[in-house]
């Protein structure tokens, strides 16, 4: 069971107050109890612009991936078998690949990779990894559980369908342990190709709150 650190500090900003650009505030921190009341409120932090504050952001639309409207292609299942899918192995590992400073509109500094560990050594962030037949670490993703609920952070992928396998093992994990929301925060060409879709915010929030009670 994930361990419930100490509460939030600090007043976090409504999620219908977000601007055009999806953001509800800037500051805070990035304590355990400061991201559980961001993620249960709707909220996710990342910098607007590198070395700049701590932004929290509630964008409308919100993407997010049916749990029943995975969209696995001809291809993809052929790809499926030439990977080992492994879980929580290599939260760090997979999280510095995320955030390698030479892919475009990286904003994944110490300071998340920091954070988020801790949320991992609580219980609360899970990584999934993607493997070659050498055992090497080519794709993966992680993100945040809280009951019913998994917040996709991010992912990457050296080498082809190596992330799209990872997603597709991730939706399968969620539906077989009762979650209920797979959260990706902004839909694109990729991920649509996978099933995911745009709900509006007053929507995403409704089905948060079941989610984030939901025993899972």
């Keep these: 069971m994930p361990v419930e650190p100490p509460p939030c500090e600090w007043q976090l900003p409504s999620p219908d107050r977000a601007d055009e650009h999806g953001v509800c505030g800037v500051g805070a ?23 700049g ?20 292609s001809r ?13 929580d192995a ?16 990286g904003w994944i500094d110490e300071a998340f990779v920091a954070a988020y560990r801790e949320l991992h050594r609580l219980g609360w962030a899970h990584s999934v990894e993607t ?5 090497a670490l080519v ?29 597709a093992a991730t939706v399968e994990q969620l539906r077989a342990t009762g979650a209920t929301l ?11 190709s996978m099933g995911a879709v745009d709900l509006p915010r007053a929507e995403y929030l409704r089905q948060l709150r079941d989610a984030v009670q939901t025993r899972a």
Excluded: N
């Design 182 to 192: 797979f959260d990706v925060q902004w839909t694109t060409d990729h991920l649509v």
């Design 75 to 87: 291809s993809l299942r052929r790809s499926i078998g030439r990977f080992t899918v492994t879980y």
């Design 29 to 51: 921190d990035l304590e355990p109890g400061t991201l559980l009341a961001a993620y249960r409120a709707g909220l996710f932090p990342m910098r607007a612009f590198a070395d």
């Design 53 to 72: 504050p701590i932004a929290w952001w509630s964008p409308d639309p919100r993407g997010v991936i049916p749990l029943d409207g995975l969209h696995v």
């Design 139 to 167: 794709g993966g993703l992680y993100g945040v559980r809280i009951g019913g609920l998994f917040a996709g952070e991010s992912m990457f992928h050296r080498t082809t369908d190596a992330s799209k396998v990872a997603l």
């Design 90 to 105: 290599d939260f760090e590992g997979v999280m510095r690949a995320c955030a390698d400073p030479t892919r475009p509109h």
């Design 131 to 135: 493997r070659a037949g050498d055992g």
